[in-house]
C-alpha cells in the first residue's frame, strides 16, 4: 500500500484491476475492466496527500458525503457491491444524493472506466440492459459547470453471470 500512495501521489487518477491469477495491479493507464480511483494530491482536496479517497481504509465512515458540493449523502445505492446478475437481468442503477441537483450541476456515469452517454446530464437513475458476462465497475461524477469542481463516488463492482448449457438457470416457481 505505501508503493501505492506514493505512486498516487503523483497522480489524480489510479485504475486499479485483478488479472486471471488473482494478482492486483495498479497503473496510471487504463486497461479493459480496470477500476478509476480517484485520488487526492493534497489535504486541502479532502484526503490524505497521496492516497485515494476511493480506497475504504482511507476514506473511513464518512466515504459516502461530498462535502466539496455540499451533499450530506452521495453514493450508488443500487446495484450493491458485489451484487450478482443472472441471465436477463436488467441493472437499475440508482444515486442517492441529498440535497438533490443544483440547476448548474451534471452526473456522469462510468461503466468499466467508460463514459456512458445515453443517460441525461441529471440522470441519477437509470437501468442497464443485458449485458455480457463479466466483472463491471460503476461509479458517477456529479461536476458543477459554473465552478468546475466536481466529487466522484466510490465505484461499485459487479458481477454479471449467464447460465451454462450443462447448468441452466431453472425458471422461478
Not at 441529498?98 to 446530464?121: C, F, M, R, S, Y
Request: aromatic share 8%; proline share 8%.
Amino acid at each position: 500500500m505505501a508503493t501505492l500512495a506514493a505512486f498516487a501521489g503523483q497522480a489524480a487518477v489510479v485504475y486499479k484491476w485483478t488479472d486471471s491469477d488473482g494478482v492486483v495491479h495498479y497503473s496510471d493507464q487504463s486497461v479493459p475492466g480496470a477500476q478509476k480511483i480517484f485520488t487526492a494530491t493534497s489535504a486541502a482536496a479532502g484526503g490524505t496527500p497521496g492516497r485515494s479517497n476511493a480506497d475504504p481504509e482511507v476514506a473511513g465512515p464518512k466515504r459516502n458525503a461530498a462535502p466539496g458540493l455540499g451533499f450530506t449523502e452521495f453514493s450508488i445505492t443500487s446495484p450493491v457491491s458485489d451484487q450478482t446478475f443472472f441471465g436477463d437481468d436488467v441493472i437499475s442503477v440508482h444515486l442517492t444524493l441529498a440535497p438533490a441537483l443544483k440547476p448548474n450541476q451534471i452526473v456522469t456515469w462510468h461503466l468499466n472506466g467508460k463514459e456512458l452517454d445515453k443517460q441525461g446530464p441529471t440522470a441519477t437513475q437509470f437501468s442497464l440492459p443485458q449485458l455480457d458476462r463479466g466483472t463491471y465497475a460503476i461509479a458517477a461524477t456529479v461536476t458543477d459547470q459554473e465552478t468546475g469542481e466536481s466529487q466522484s463516488t466510490d465505484s461499485v463492482s459487479f458481477f454479471v453471470r449467464q447460465p451454462s448449457a450443462l447448468a441452466p438457470l431453472r425458471p422461478k416457481p
